[in-house]
């Protein structure tokens, strides 16, 4: 019997335009960074990193240590002077993103019935963001943390969509069987 939903995030939780979210996204970032990466090579470098992460298959790593240790390789500087840049831009630049996208109130309601039935809720989205990325965005739909028994992000998760591991991963943490579970995705 079914008694969790697993949601993806962007685009079912959070209506948007990828295209626009992510221009957005890459435009900021590197404007925040430019003084460390050439703007123009930043969202290659980031594209090709998350790539890594999307073939990784290693369990004894995280998909951020994926991330690093790929991007590492590819940047001209010490990651050690580039990560507090980055922890800045998703606590003080990530949120002006939220203009990129187009909630609804609909999402609300929803998840608040599903609370009501007593369904056990989690947000699957691709965890190719760190934990305040995927955090703002719950928030810009409308929901709350508290809502979702997991949320996955690329600090705690090793695997990802779409490789079977990621939702082997989350049936562990959650203690669940496929039986038990209904994916909600665009």
């Keep these: 019997m079914i008694n969790t ?9 959070l209506p ?21 990466i050439e703007p123009k090579e930043l969202s290659t470098m980031v594209l090709a990193s998350t790539e890594c992460m999307i073939r990784n298959i290693d369990i004894t790593k995280t998909n951020e240590q994926i991330f690093m240790e790929d991007f590492s390789t590819r940047i001209n500087i010490d990651l050690n002077n580039l990560l ?8 003080n630049d990530f949120k002006h993103l939220q203009s990129t996208v187009q909630p609804t109130a609909v999402i609300k309601d929803v998840i608040e019935i599903l609370k009501e039935k ?3 809720m ?12 995927i955090l703002q965005r719950i928030q810009w739909s409308g929901l709350q943390e508290s809502d979702f028994a997991l949320i996955t992000d690329y600090q705690c998760m090793h695997f990802c969509k779409p490789n079977l591991q990621y939702y082997e991963e989350i049936l562990k943490l959650i203690d669940k069987t496929p039986g038990e579970c209904m994916m909600v995705g665009n």
């Design 16 to 36: 948007m335009n990828t295209e626009l979210f992510l221009n957005s996204y890459f435009k900021a970032l590197s404007s925040k960074c430019a003084h460390l």
């Design 118 to 120: 007593g369904y056990t």
């Design 122 to 133: 989690v947000v699957a989205t691709n965890p190719l963001f760190p934990r305040e990325a």
């Design 84 to 91: 507090p840049v980055f922890d800045d831009f998703y606590k």
């Design 5 to 13: 939903i697993l949601f993806d995030l962007d685009g079912t939780l």
